[in-house]
């Protein structure tokens, strides 16, 4: 529905009727922190406002990507005034102000509401940048008569929005944390990275972890981010933009990545959407939901042989132009609009919605994708170079697209394309029914670089017993050149969420 708010024209969104393929970036969350930077930190005491340019540049390019890779990018909307890799546009005003409200107007960013009607209202109890909340106001109040912003709440009906959001957010959350000391910890351990002579005292920790979690819901107080936060990861007390994270907590840098993974894949599954988790962070996988096979928003594989499709090789045309900008992150949010307006953006979307719609389809339709994410490359290459008056900030790449295939706790690899094809089989822990997910990610061949790449579900898997996950795996083992290991690679990856409790 569409309403008139104080703030200007609003249409009133529910999580449904949003686009399909919507997702919410974790790199926007004002406390998101790569794994690599969170353990520098806490090594050398840094507060995050010590780290803010790193992390800014960081959090500026993944949310680049979001936008150049999907339809609609949900916000919290603290995250637009408390980021500045969100902010820094609307505070400069001018033309990056004028991209963003015709990002805003045309529906591309979906600022998520908690309680709140409008899109500039304060929300109360938290901590805000002051000159960026302004310039957020003065953004959204300046926004044309003609446009309206589009904004998403679990309900618009205010009682039914309080229990939604206590049952399908503070619930959740708190019910996966308590899962924690259910998991297999070694595992667990190894995926965070801490070394196995100490996953003992990790799985201790954790399990005090869960036991305060537990008291708290006893006496029926909220289980938040913050508040866990505060017991086991940072030094109490201090505002957000100072936070730091205490060395004398034990693995608190590894809590804080569980934390913050919980948070995020909360929240997308709350709205129904898909979690993007930037490169470096933790992944989904680490909260071994192969226990419980969750409802995702995509198609369901349950055939071995159709999940076999997925990693076999695919062939793709030869790449021609074969430039890709140095980075993201020197495009700026004028770019972003203009290249949504191209052709080569449509029609990748496109091919992307066809291929996610139908995953069976997933031969007939993923060199297209291929195709037209190469294409998107050089209309970047040619957006990047008009900006520098000819100056190409260009280098070669190696475009592959990876499929990554994981059911239970093993894991497999697919990388294909610039003549390349191989797969990799990580076997862990794998349960009697296995549950897991398909998913797509485009990048270059040459790892370490911060070029346009993406990651997304495009499956979700589902065995229902351990003969289904033997036939699988008897499949894979026959693919040529396939290699395994067993063992536990780090849970970090390039691809799925996030936001903040008491502000949730």
């Not at 591309?108 to 709140?116: A, D, K």
């Not at 913050?226 to 505002?239: A, I, K, N, Q, T």
């Amino acid at each position: 529905m569409t309403t008139q708010g104080t703030d200007g024209a609003i249409s009133r969104k529910r999580p449904a009727e949003l686009a399909p393929g919507a997702v919410i970036a974790q790199s926007l969350d004002n406390e998101w922190v790569s794994a690599r930077l969170t353990k520098d930190m806490i090594e050398k005491g840094k507060s995050l406002r010590d780290v803010e340019d790193i992390r800014s540049k960081e959090a500026r390019a993944e949310y680049f990507r979001s936008l150049i890779n999907t339809r609609q990018v949900v916000v919290n909307r603290v995250f637009f005034y408390n980021n500045r890799a969100v902010s820094c546009d609307l505070v400069e005003g001018g033309a990056a102000r004028r991209a963003h409200q015709k990002l805003l107007g045309d529906g591309s960013l979906v600022p998520y509401l908690v309680n709140e009607r409008e899109p500039a209202a304060r929300p109360p109890n938290v901590s805000i940048d002051e000159e960026a909340f302004t310039a957020w106001q003065e953004t959204v109040d300046g926004m044309p008569a003609s446009s309206r912003i589009t904004c998403v709440r679990l309900s618009w009906e205010d009682e039914e929005n309080r229990a939604a959001t206590r049952n399908g957010l503070f619930n959740p959350f708190a019910g996966q944390v308590q899962r924690l000391t259910a998991t297999d910890i070694p595992l667990l351990a190894a995926q965070v990275g801490v070394p196995p002579e100490q996953a003992p005292q990790f799985g201790a920790r954790l399990h005090r972890l869960v036991g305060f979690s537990s008291d708290r819901r006893t006496r029926d107080q909220l289980v938040s981010r913050r508040v866990l936060y505060d017991e086991f990861v940072s030094v109490p007390g201090l505002p957000v933009s100072d936070v730091r994270y205490d060395r004398s907590k034990p693995f608190a840098g590894e809590i804080k990545q569980l934390l913050d993974l919980i948070y995020n894949v909360n929240l997308a599954d709350a709205l129904g959407m898909y979690p993007l988790t930037p490169s470096g962070s933790l992944r989904r996988i680490a909260l071994q939901e192969w226990r419980d096979v969750r409802t995702a928003p995509s198609g369901v594989v349950t055939d071995p042989e159709q999940l076999l499709l997925f990693l076999r090789r695919q062939a793709f045309s030869t790449v021609q132009d074969r430039l890709t900008p140095a980075a993201v992150d020197t495009l700026t949010l004028e770019d972003i609009w203009s290249l949504r307006q191209s052709d080569a953006w449509h029609e990748y979307i496109g091919a992307f919605d066809a291929l996610t719609a139908d995953p069976a389809a997933f031969h007939d339709r993923v060199g297209r994708v291929f195709d037209r994410y190469v294409k998107l490359n050089s209309e970047i290459v040619r957006i990047a170079a008009g900006r520098r008056a000819g100056r190409a900030t260009a280098r070669k790449w190696a475009p592959v697209i990876e499929v990554v295939v994981v059911v239970g706790g093993a894991v497999f690899s697919a990388i294909t394309g610039d003549d390349t094809w191989g797969v990799v089989g990580d076997v862990g822990a794998v349960s009697a029914k296995a549950g897991g997910s398909v998913q797509l990610v485009l990048r270059n061949r040459r790892e370490g670089r911060r070029e346009q790449k993406f990651a997304r579900e495009i499956a979700s898997v589902r065995f229902d017993s351990a003969r289904e996950w033997e036939q699988f795996h008897g499949m894979v083992r026959q693919l040529p050149g396939y290699r395994e290991q067993r063992g536990s690679r780090m849970a970090t990856s390039s691809a799925t969420v996030q936001d903040d409790i008491p502000e949730y």
